[in-house]
């Protein structure tokens, strides 16, 4: 089966502790990215990568941290210097084609619910 | 800043009616726009696309585009209760913010029997 997976499904951090969530893509998709959601808002992009060893900062990107060594595999860190990480995060991946018809559709993981003790 | 404005309801809807949804965007440049289903505690799933100006159907869904009025928006037709769930507005962005989409804080649909 092609999918998104991401791991684990719930975290729970420590005050001053990293973690690092997983995003594992078997589609093929060129591009990935990671949303935050805060219930009763909107999703907000995190970082985004649109190629291998290649990424750019999101509209809330402070006290991230992101990798893409490889085309499957993007995974998240949340640093201690984001103060207030409890939320709903979710890793995204679209087919960038080129040329004209190229509409970008993106397609979600399950999330990782993440909650600070 | 680039908004996407929905209202975020909850709209109630009666089992087998007609649900409406709206979504406006700021960025006039846009292109191409997503409709997006979550339900509680899960992630979202794409329903619809719609780049060009008009209607684009799809089974009980019709999503309609009109750029020059910036809005799209979302018909559910014989709404059912598995169609309660938060609907979520996507826009791409253009040029550098290509890939980019931002989101709508999404309509809560209730479809009551």
């Known amino acids: 089966d092609g999918g998104i ?9 420590k005050e001053g502790q990293n973690v690092t969530l997983s995003c594992e893509q078997n589609l093929n998709h060129d591009a990935m990215y990671w949303y935050r ?22 509209d809330i990107a ?14 998240l860190t949340v640093t201690s210097a984001q103060k207030n990480p409890t939320a709903f995060y979710l890793c995204a991946s679209s087919l960038r084609l080129a040329g004209e018809y190229s509409y970008n ?13 | 800043q680039k908004e996407v404005e929905q209202n975020s309801g909850p709209l109630s809807v009666p089992e087998g009616a007609i649900a409406s949804l709206n979504c406006t965007y700021s960025d006039r440049g846009s292109q191409s726009f997503f409709w997006y289903r979550q339900y509680s505690g899960k992630s979202p799933e794409l329903i619809m696309f ?14 309609q585009l009109n750029k020059a009025s910036q809005y799209v928006s979302l018909l559910i037709r014989d709404s059912q ?16 913010s290509w890939g980019k989409f931002q989101f709508g ?3 809560q649909v209730v479809v009551t029997p």
């Open chain 1, 5 to 13: 997976t991401q791991s684990p499904k719930y975290l729970f951090r």
């Open chain 1, 37 to 58: 959601q805060d219930p009763g808002q909107g999703l907000r992009l995190i970082y985004y990568s649109q190629i291998v060893n290649d990424f750019q900062k999101g």
């Open chain 1, 62 to 75: 402070e006290g991230y941290s992101v990798s893409r060594e490889k085309k499957e595999s993007f995974p």
């Open chain 1, 105 to 117: 559709e993106q397609f979600f993981g399950p999330g990782t619910r993440l909650t600070v003790l």
């Open chain 2, 50 to 63: 719609i780049y060009s100006n008009g209607d684009k159907e799809d089974g009980r869904f019709t999503a």
């Open chain 2, 81 to 96: 209760p598995s169609d309660s769930a938060t609907y979520l507005c996507a826009v791409n962005g253009q040029d550098d």
């Open chain 2, 105 to 107: 804080a999404g309509t």
